[in-house]
C-alpha cells in the first residue's frame, strides 16, 4: 500500500553529524530534487554514508534540518535504502522479499505476484527458494535492491551498490537503477567509481571530510569542475 | 561382569521398573525444559533489544544464575513448597510437579542468557535493516528470536543437559520415591548406595544413550535447518 504523499525532495539545511569531536558531516546545505540519480562522490571518511542514513532517517542531524517534501520527522513511508553490506534475512530470497512487503503493509493478495515481479526485475526469478545468505554477493546485492523497492519508494538511497562487484555483477545492478529510475523513483547512490558516476548521475556531489565540496549537474561537474578538490578527485588524485 | 551383563539385560528387556524410571526422568526434565523456554527465551530477547537502568547488572545476575547449585534451588523449592511455606496449601511437595518447577527454575536463566548473547549478535547484524523497514519491536522480537532458531537449538540442549544430569535438586523436593518421583539420576544414586549396581549401570546407559540420541537429533535438525534456511 503506497504511503500519501512523496518524500522528495530532500532538503538538507546546514546539517552536522557530531561524534564527541569529529564532524561526520558539517554543515552541509544541498536539495535533493526529483529527476535523474543524484550521485555522491569522495574519498572514504568523506561522509557519503552519513550523509544516506540522514536522509533515510536512521541518523538524526545534531545540528540543522532535515526535510522530506518539506516535513520534518517523517517516517520512513516513501524511502528505503540498500546497504553497502545488506544483511540478508535467515530464510529464502523469496522470503526475505515477502517480510519487507509485510513490514510496509502490502496488500497481502499482491505479494506472491509482486514477489515474482521483483524478483524478475532484478534477474533472480529461479531463485525464489534459495537461502539468501547462500546467494552470491552479486546476487544478495541484487535481492537487497528487490526488498528495498518492495517498499515502493520514490526516494531510494544505494550506499555503494557495486563496492566489490565484478563488471558483470556492476552492470546488472546499473541496469536495474537506471530501469528504476526511469520509473520516476529518485535515486541517491554513493560510489568511488568516477565512470559510474557519469553513467548513473543526473548530478553529482563531491563530499570531503564531512562538507559538501561541489554539487552540479554531472556535465557540468566532470567539463567545468569549480573547486580545486573536484579538480583534483576529477583528475585522479588522492583528497586526504 | 556379571553386573554389566544383567544391566544389559535389564535395558534390552525393557524391564518395566526401569522404563517407568527413565519415562518419568524424560517427562520431568521435558515439561521442565518447555517452560524453561516459554520464560527464558522471550526474557533473553527483551534483554538483548530493551535498554534500562540496571540492565547490565540483571545480565550479571542471570549469568551468575546458570552457575547456580542444584541442591540450593532444591532447598529454595523446598522451603517454598513445604506445608508451612508460602506455598504450601498447593501440596506439590514431593510430587513430579515440585520437580519440574525445581528444574524450570534451574534451566531458565541459562536459556534466557545463551538466547540474549544469541539475539544481541544477530541484532547488530540486523539492526540497520529492520529499522530502515521500520519493523515495529514487537514483530523485531518475533524476527530475531525465529531466525535464530537454529543457533536457540544449542541453549535448549544446554538446558536439557542441565536438567537431565542433576540429582540434588529433584531429590530434595521430589523425594526419590519408588513408582512416584524416582528418576534416573535420583535412582542411580540410590542403587549405587544400596550395592544395586545393575539398575545403576542400566540407568546409567540409558541415559548416556538419551542425551546422545537427542544431541544428535537436535545436531541433525540444525544442519538440516541451516541448509534450506541460510
Do not use: C
Not at chain 1, 564527541?20 to 530534487?33: E, N, S, V, W
Not at chain 1, 570531503?208 to 569542475?225: C, D, Q, S, Y
Not at chain 2, 540410590?190 to 544428535?216: C, F, P, Q, R, W
Request: proline share 6%; aromatic share 4%; glycine share 10%.
Amino acid at each position: 500500500m503506497r504511503a500519501p504523499s512523496s518524500d522528495v525532495p530532500v532538503e538538507f539545511e546546514d546539517v552536522s553529524v557530531l561524534v564527541g569531536p569529529l564532524a561526520l558531516l558539517d554543515g552541509i546545505t544541498m536539495r535533493i530534487a526529483p529527476g535523474a540519480p543524484t550521485v555522491l562522490i569522495g574519498p572514504n571518511g568523506a561522509g557519503k554514508t552519513t550523509l544516506l542514513r540522514v536522509a533515510m532517517g536512521l541518523i538524526a542531524p545534531s545540528r540543522g534540518r532535515v526535510t522530506w517534501a518539506g516535513r520534518g520527522n517523517a517516517p520512513p513511508g516513501r524511502r528505503a535504502i540498500v546497504f553497502q553490506r545488506p544483511a540478508m534475512l535467515r530464510r529464502s530470497a523469496a522470503a526475505n522479499i515477502r517480510y519487507a512487503l509485510a513490514a510496509a503493509a502490502a496488500p497481502r493478495a499482491t505479494r506472491s505476484e509482486r514477489i515474482a515481479d521483483l524478483l524478475a526485475l532484478v534477474g533472480l526469478s529461479g531463485l525464489e527458494r534459495r537461502p539468501a545468505r547462500r546467494l552470491s554477493g552479486g546476487e544478495q546485492q541484487r535481492l537487497a535492491l528487490a526488498r528495498a523497492l518492495a517498499r515502493d519508494p520514490d526516494l531510494l538511497l544505494l550506499d555503494e551498490p557495486t563496492a566489490s562487484l565484478d563488471p558483470a555483477a556492476t552492470k546488472a545492478i546499473e541496469d536495474i537503477v537506471h530501469s528504476v529510475a526511469a520509473r520516476g523513483v529518485k535515486v541517491v547512490m554513493s560510489t568511488h567509481d568516477l565512470g559510474q558516476a557519469r553513467r548513473m548521475g543526473g548530478d553529482v556531489a563531491l563530499l570531503h571530510r564531512g562538507r559538501l565540496i561541489e554539487h552540479a549537474p554531472v556535465t557540468e561537474f566532470f567539463a567545468m569542475p569549480k573547486t580545486e578538490e573536484a579538480k583534483r578527485f576529477i583528475a585522479g588524485e588522492l583528497l586526504v | 561382569m556379571d553386573t554389566d551383563a544383567s544391566a544389559l539385560h535389564l535395558v534390552l528387556t525393557g524391564d518395566p521398573g526401569l522404563y517407568a524410571i527413565v519415562l518419568l526422568s524424560l517427562v520431568v526434565s521435558l515439561t521442565a525444559l518447555a517452560f524453561a523456554a516459554l520464560i527464558g527465551i522471550p526474557l533473553g530477547a527483551a534483554l538483548a533489544l530493551v535498554r534500562f537502568p540496571g540492565r547490565e547488572v540483571v545480565i550479571v545476575v542471570l549469568n551468575a544464575l546458570m552457575g547456580l547449585p542444584p541442591v540450593v534451588i532444591g532447598l529454595a523449592v523446598f522451603l517454598l513448597l513445604s506445608r508451612s511455606g508460602p506455598l504450601g496449601s498447593w501440596g506439590l511437595l514431593f510430587t513430579p510437579q515440585a520437580m519440574i518447577i525445581a528444574q524450570t527454575i534451574m534451566v531458565a536463566p541459562i536459556i534466557a542468557a545463551l538466547t540474549r548473547q544469541t539475539i544481541e549478535d544477530l541484532w547488530a547484524e540486523y539492526r540497520d535493516e529492520l529499522t530502515a523497514m521500520n519493523v515495529g519491536p514487537t514483530l523485531r522480537i518475533a524476527t530475531l528470536i525465529w531466525d535464530a532458531r537454529f543457533s536457540l537449538v544449542t541453549a535448549l540442549l544446554a538446558g536439557f543437559g542441565r536438567a537431565a544430569a542433576e540429582v540434588g535438586a529433584i531429590i530434595i523436593v521430589g523425594g526419590n520415591i519408588d513408582g512416584f518421583t524416582r528418576t534416573m539420576t535420583t535412582a542411580i544414586a540410590l542403587e549405587t548406595s544400596k550395592g544395586d549396581l545393575s539398575l545403576a549401570i542400566g540407568l546409567g546407559m540409558v541415559l548416556l544413550a538419551i542425551i546422545v540420541v537427542i544431541n544428535a537429533f537436535a545436531w541433525g535438525a540444525r544442519r538440516l535447518g541451516e541448509h534450506f534456511a541460510g
